[in-house]
C-alpha cells in the first residue's frame, strides 16, 4: 500500500493546522482566564521542566529513528530497538522523579510548586511524547492524512469540553491537567490504529535483501553504529541545552515568582500557537530531506531547503507582525486583566516563532543529513550566550554582579535578540554546504519581515481611523478595529503574495495549484 504523495499530505496538514490553529486561540484564551497568572505560571513551570527531561532521558533517539525510518520504509529491527529503548528511558524517567520527590529535592529543583501537581504533569508529558512520536512515524511512512483528521477530530472534543468546563466555573488547574492527559490519550490511540492498520506495508522485511540498503535494515548491528553516529554528539548537547533551557525559568521562578512566570508563558504560548502551520510542514519536510540525503541527492535537498524556508517564514512573518502589533489588545480582551503586564512581553515573543521556524528548517537539515556534531558545535555557543544573557537581563540589581532585573520582559529580549544570531549561522552553514546563495536567504528574512510590517502598520492605522468616524461605545470599537484590520491586512498580505510569488518560494501557477486543492477540500468538507 502506498502512501499519501507529499502534496497531498501538506494541504490536509495544513488544512488540519488551520483548524488547531482557531482551536488553540480558544486555549490560550479561556485557560489563563480560568487558572490566573500564578497557577498559569506554575502548570508552565512544570511541564516546561518535566518535557525537558524527557527529551533529555531520550538523547536524540527518536530523532535518529525517524531519520532513519524516513529513508527505510521497510524494516522491523529499528522498530524493537525503539521501542526497547522508549521502555528503558521511560523507567529512569520514572525513578528519577520518585526519588527526587522522596528526598525533598523538588522543592529546590522547582520552587513553590505544588507536589501534588507534579505526577499528573509527568504523565500528560509523557502521553503527549509518544502521541508525538507516532505522529512523525506516520509522515514518515507518507500516512499523514488519517492520522491528521483523527487528531483534529479529537482536538475539536477536547475544545468543546474545554468550553463546558470554563461556562459551569469547574475549569481549574486539575481538572485542566485531567482533559490534556484524557485528550492526548486519545489522538495516541487514533494514531496507533492508523499505524496498526497500514502495519504489512512496512513492518514487512524488505523484498530484495541481497541489496547493501536493503540487508541493512535488517542488521542490528548497522542500526547500532547509526545510532552512535547520530546520537553520540547530541548527547551532552541535549542535557547542557535542557540546562540552559531550564535555567532561564528557574531564575525567573527565583526572582518574579508564579506571577512573573505566568506572564512569560502566556507570551511564550501564545507566540507558540503561531508556529501551529509551520509544525504541520516540518515532519513532511524532514522526511523528504531524509530520503533525498539517502539517494545523495543533492540538488533536492538544496530545492527543499529553500522552498519551504521562504514560504513557511512568510508565513510566520504574516501571523507574528499582526499579534505584535496588536499585543495589548490581544491582552486585554482574550486573556483578561489580570494579565496586563504580559502585553509587552507577548509583543516581543511574538516575533520567537519568526526565526524559530528558521532554527527547526535548519537544523532539521543538518540532523536529516547526519551533520550532527556540528549542529552541537554552533549549539555549545548558542547555550554559553543563553546563559549569560539570562543572568543579565534577569539578575537582581543589587546581587555582586548586579543584573537589569527585567523579569519577563528581560528574558523576552534575551530569546529574541539571540536567536537572530545563532539561527542565521545554522543558515549560513546549510548555505555554504548546500552552494546556495546565503545573503539573499538573509534579503529575503528582512523583506518578509519589512513588507509585512508595512501591511501591518497600513491597515491598522486605515482601520482604527475609520473606526473612529463610528458612534461606537469603547469596547465595539476596539473589536471592530481589529477584526477589520486583520481582514485588511489578510487581503494587502494576499495581494503582495499574488504579485510578488517568489517571496513564498513558489510561482504562480504552484500557487494557483495549491489554492484550487484547498478549495476542493473545504467544498468536500461542508458538502
Known sequence: MSGDSIRRRYVVTLLAQGVTLALGMLTASLVPRALGPANYGNFQFLYSAISGLKATFDSSVSSAFFTWTSKHHRGTVVLRLWFVWEVLQLIALAVFLVVLVATGGHRYLWPDQPVQLIGPVAVFVVIAWYGSLLERLADAKSYTVQAKIGRTIVAVLQSAALALLFVAHRLGLYSYVSLLIATNLAITGVVAWVLWRRRADF??????????????????????????????????????????????????????????????????????????FASAALSIYWREVSAAHGAGDTPRIAFL?????????????YLATFVSWHADFLVQYVAGAKFADAALPLALMAYYPVHQVYGQLSSVLMLATDRTRIYTYIGYVALALSLVGAYLFMAPRDFAIPGLELGAYGLAIRMIG??????????????????ISFARMLGHQLLAMGSMFALTLLASGATAWAVEQLPLSPIPRAWGAFVASGMLYTALAGGLVWLAPGLTGLRRDELRQMLTQVLSKLRSATS
Open 305 to 317: 531547503y529553500k522552498r519551504f524556508t521562504y514560504s513557511i517564514f512568510l508565513a510566520v512573518c
Open 418 to 435: 539571540l536567536q537572530f544570531l545563532i539561527v542565521n549561522i545554522y543558515a549560513a552553514v546549510n548555505c555554504r554546504t548546500l552552494k
Open 203 to 276: 513492518l514487512a522485511r524488505p523484498q530484495d535483501t541481497t541489496t547493501e540498503a536493503a540487508a541493512e535494515t535488517e542488521n542490528p548491528q548497522a542500526i547500532r553504529a547509526y545510532l552512535w553516529r547520530y546520537c553520540s554528539p547530541l548527547v551532552l548537547y541535549g542535557a547542557i541545552s535542557w540546562g540552559t533551557t531550564f535555567a532561564d525559568r528557574w531564575i525567573l521562578q527565583k526572582v518574579g515568582g508564579s506571577q512573573e512566570q505566568g506572564y512569560y508563558s502566556l507570551a511564550f504560548n501564545w507566540s507558540q500557537i503561531l508556529l501551529i
